[in-house]
């Protein structure tokens, strides 16, 4: 009896004691790995950094203040506009009429501006119009007229790019008179459109993700009839968010303009539409509506201006480019529905059977 107790305890290990290694759980590293991966925004996050030290390492130019500055103000713009596509794809609708206010919205702007308003008052009398008239009408043509949001939106697009080619004649004008100095903290200055970009980003994450809007938001795209029986006024949140979205796009242009130093009536149109989508697609947002990730875009389009800028310093041609583009959306996106099903089955989070 007194060899088996010794034993016992002298092999706890044998019989599953505290201290065996059946005892111990993950390991904190393993632990750390399996909650960052149970983010929406971490396949997007990894792919970023791969394709970052693919190109720092086999491109020397790619590592510099101006290959930096290329990828900042490529991504600027295109996470502004598509803050306000996250939200209407949150909510399960979406605005291909963005890319047309922002061509629209500089003029506007120079509008206000010669008929005497501060410039900071045009900015900001511009946005606000853009946002509730633009955007309420898809809002309300949407919702109550039961048009499909992609028809509603696409026909007012060509609408507003209608009327912006009459008004300005399809010329290029100069920004208006003593605008200079307020344009270098709106698009003029090199990090200026980043800055501005970035900072949208993080109050945006926090209103779809701690606040009743957001959740509302959230609830519209999830479950439309649930959402109407709850009380939630379902036409209000998606019309709200349909100016939200012009009102981005006003900004967007608006920014372009100062940094460009020129207001043109070929910027904006349907082809930033399609790329801040696939920013915000690759970023880990819904298609159908229920689920999105304001940082996730602003990774989207990280990922979208270093394949920008990286190919561009190897000379790879638009054409080319064009191809390895889609097979990039294409990779990021087959990652991320992977790993979304993985978080889903609860095999990402360490769980043991």
Not at 34 to 46: C, D, G, T, Y
Not at 167 to 182: F, R, T
Not at 240 to 268: Q, R, W, Y
Not at 294 to 321: C, E, H, M, Q, T
């Amino acid at each position: 009896m007194s060899d088996v107790s010794d034993t016992a305890e002298r092999s706890p290990d044998i019989i599953g004691g505290a201290g065996g290694p059946a005892a111990r759980g993950p390991s904190p590293l393993n632990s750390a790995a399996a909650i960052f991966l149970k983010q929406r925004e971490a396949s997007v996050l990894l792919i970023a950094a791969i394709l970052f030290i693919y190109f720092a390492t086999t491109t020397p130019a790619f590592v510099s203040h101006g290959s930096f500055v290329n990828i900042a103000q490529y991504m600027a713009p295109y996470v502004i506009i598509g803050i306000g596509l996250v939200l209407l794809m949150v909510c399960g609708e979406i605005d291909l009429s963005v890319g047309f206010v922002w061509m629209l919205s500089p003029y506007v702007m120079h509008f206000f501006a010669d008929s005497g308003l501060p410039i900071l008052l045009a900015i900001v009398i511009t946005v606000l119009i853009l946002a509730v008239v633009i955007g309420g009408v898809n809002g309300i043509v949407t919702t109550y007229f039961g048009v499909p949001s992609l028809i509603t939106t696409l026909g007012s697009g060509y609408i507003i790019f209608g009327y912006a080619l009459t008004v300005s004649s399809a010329q290029q004008i100069n920004l208006p008179d003593g605008s200079l100095g307020v344009g270098r903290w709106f698009g003029g200055e090199a990090w200026s459109e980043i800055i501005w970009a970035t900072v949208l980003v993080l109050l945006f994450q926090v209103l779809l993700t701690r606040t009743r809007w957001g959740l509302y938001t959230i609830s519209v795209g999830g479950n439309l009839l649930g959402a109407r029986e709850a009380g939630i006024k379902v036409n209000k949140i998606k019309i709200g968010n349909f100016m939200l979205c012009s009102g981005f796009g006003a900004v967007a242009g608006i920014l372009e303009a100062f940094k460009n130093n020129i207001i043109d009536p070929s910027a904006g149109q349907l082809a930033v539409v399609l790329v801040a989508l696939a920013g915000v697609v690759i970023g880990g947002t819904a298609m159908l509506g229920g689920s999105g990730t304001v940082i996730g875009l602003w990774l989207g389009v990280l990922v979208l201006a270093i394949l920008n800028d990286g190919f561009n310093l190897r000379g790879i041609s638009s054409n080319k480019f064009q191809i390895i583009l889609g097979a990039a959306i294409l990779v990021a996106m087959i990652a991320n529905t992977y790993l979304t099903r993985l978080r889903s089955a609860g095999r990402l989070g360490g769980a043991r059977k």
